[in-house]
């Protein structure tokens, strides 16, 4: 029999991720959540709902967590009615969040002293590829706790790799995130510069793209910048924020250099103040510009 999986966080990314972990045949019961998305298609695929993360452990082999960050990662294992409340000898909880490393050691141990297991596995990509079971996992676990749940993570991602021991996933993800965010930021910064020295934005982009300045982030960057159509990719410039926080935390712990993360989470603070915590990632520039 597939094992018993549980899952908090129904969200732009949780969804696709339980649509595929149901669509394996993977028994699967969900947190109700006003952040939820609309649980119609899971409901209608056999999915079954719960009030709480306690009542969500007592009946699963496999919690995984997908929130915003460590503060709702500790909420929602530490709460009165959590997880850990629930948990039962043997479960093994994935946190597929964006996490500081220092939480992480500290949310695993209490999972431990539990009689649980803790892997952390943050994801990177986008909804539409969480739909698809498309998306990309940095996975923090000994090598035969990955081997036990290695076939459940690929039902909704393509990309699987094992970073290291505990906290590496986390580790990775925001080193990741600090080179992705802060090299949208920089040609972000560099394009509402261009539109003051009258530069074409075709014209910017399409030398970028032959140069050095050519990559996953420009590509990401085009519509926006030459079509005007940030939709692309909808995450919110505050949760760019978060990630560059949560890098600067963890470079300060490990007393690693930060000054150009500092700089960066500067860019992106200030984006917020003027734009809203909720204007998407792809309008930094616009931002930044006249």
Same mark, same amino acid.
């Given at each position: ?26 028994? *699967?019961?969900?947190?109700?959540? #006003? ?8 409901? +209608? =695929?056999?999915?079954?709902? %719960? ?6 452990? !007592? ?10 960050? $460590?503060?709702?990662? /500790? ?6 009615? =959590? ?13 597929? @969040?964006?996490?500081?490393?220092? @939480? ?17 596995? #943050? ?5 539409? &590829? ?8 940095? %996975? =923090?676990? $000994?090598? /035969?706790?990955?081997? !036990?749940? /290695?076939? *459940? ?17 986390? @580790? ?7 080179? $992705? ?37 420009? &590509? ?10 940030? @939709? ?26 930060? +000054?150009?993360?500092?700089?960066? !989470? ?6 917020? &103040? ?8 792809? &309008? *930094?520039?616009?931002?930044? =510009? #006249?």
């Amino acid at each position: 029999m597939k094992q018993r999986i549980g899952m908090i966080g129904i969200g732009l990314m949780g969804h696709g991720i339980a649509r595929n972990v149901m669509k394996h045949g993977y028994p *699967l019961t969900v947190v109700e959540h #006003p952040g939820n998305q609309p649980l119609d298609e899971l409901r +209608a =695929g056999g999915v079954k709902t %719960v009030a709480n993360g306690e009542a969500l452990a !007592r009946e699963s082999d496999i919690v995984i967590l997908c929130v915003t960050g $460590s503060p709702e990662v /500790e909420a929602v294992l530490t709460a009165p009615d =959590g997880v850990l409340a629930g948990l039962q000898p043997g479960t093994i909880v994935i946190d597929c @969040s964006t996490a500081v490393p220092a @939480s992480t050691a500290r949310m695993a141990a209490l999972v431990e002293e539990a009689g649980g297991l803790f892997v952390d596995a #943050p994801m990177t990509r986008t909804p539409k &590829e969480a739909h698809e079971g498309r998306l990309n996992l940095l %996975v =923090g676990a $000994s090598p /035969e706790l990955f081997a !036990r749940i /290695e076939p *459940l993570l690929r039902t909704y991602a393509e990309n699987v790799t094992l970073v290291g021991g505990l906290g590496a996933g986390h @580790s990775m993800k925001l080193l990741h995130n600090f080179v $992705s965010l802060g090299t949208i930021a920089l040609i972000s910064e560099a394009a509402a510069c261009a539109k003051r020295a009258g530069v074409d934005a075709q014209t910017f982009v399409d030398v970028l793209a032959k140069g050095g300045g050519g990559g996953a982030a420009l &590509e990401r960057l085009r519509p926006a910048l030459v079509d005007g159509d940030p @939709s692309g990719m909808p995450f919110h410039m505050s949760n760019a924020l978060k990630d560059l926080g949560y890098y600067v935390t963890m470079a300060g712990d490990t007393d690693a250099v930060d +000054a150009i993360a500092s700089a960066v !989470r500067g860019t992106y603070a200030d984006a917020v &103040e003027r734009g809203g915590a909720h204007r998407t990632l792809l &309008e *930094l520039a616009q931002l930044l =510009g #006249p």
